[in-house]
């Protein structure tokens, strides 16, 4: 079982970063994910891909469980992401360019 270790980034409908702060590990899927032709639901038969993530306060702590228990694991590299300094100045900034006025 292969197992991938990775801080989450925030999601589109968060403005802060609440739920960014603790390392995931994660498994791989080990099967495709099936459609179900009855009900049209969507399927896998490993139960560990779709529904296990285990949380973790830092990356130590998901490296030492995934080597304790001998799961092969990658680790991906946090995303720090770029912050642009803004003004509600800029809004009537004499260089703006105007929509309108391409």
Same mark, same amino acid.
Request: glycine content about 4%; hydrophobic content about 40%.
């Given at each position: 079982?292969?197992?991938?270790?990775?801080?989450? #980034?925030?999601?589109?409908?968060?403005? *802060? @970063?609440? !739920?960014?702060?603790? +390392? /995931?590990?994660?498994?791989?899927? @080990?099967?495709?994910?099936?459609?179900?032709?009855?009900? *049209?639901?969507?399927?896998?038969?490993?139960?560990?891909?779709?529904? /296990?993530? &285990?949380?973790?306060?830092?990356?130590?702590?998901? /490296?030492?469980? #995934?080597?304790?228990?001998?799961? #092969?694991? @990658? /680790?991906?590299?946090?995303?720090?992401?770029?912050?642009?300094?803004?003004?509600?100045?800029? !809004?009537?900034?004499?260089?703006? @360019? &105007?929509? +309108?006025?391409?």
């Amino acid at each position: 079982m292969f197992a991938r270790i990775f801080k989450p #980034a925030k999601t589109a409908m968060q403005s *802060g @970063r609440a !739920n960014t702060k603790a +390392w /995931v590990l994660e498994f791989d899927a @080990r099967t495709a994910r099936r459609i179900d032709p009855l009900m *049209g639901w969507t399927g896998a038969q490993d139960m560990d891909a779709s529904q /296990v993530r &285990l949380f973790f306060d830092t990356k130590d702590e998901a /490296v030492a469980y #995934a080597e304790k228990h001998g799961l #092969a694991y @990658r /680790v991906e590299p946090e995303r720090k992401p770029t912050v642009r300094p803004k003004a509600y100045a800029d !809004n009537f900034a004499y260089r703006r @360019r &105007l929509p +309108w006025t391409h």
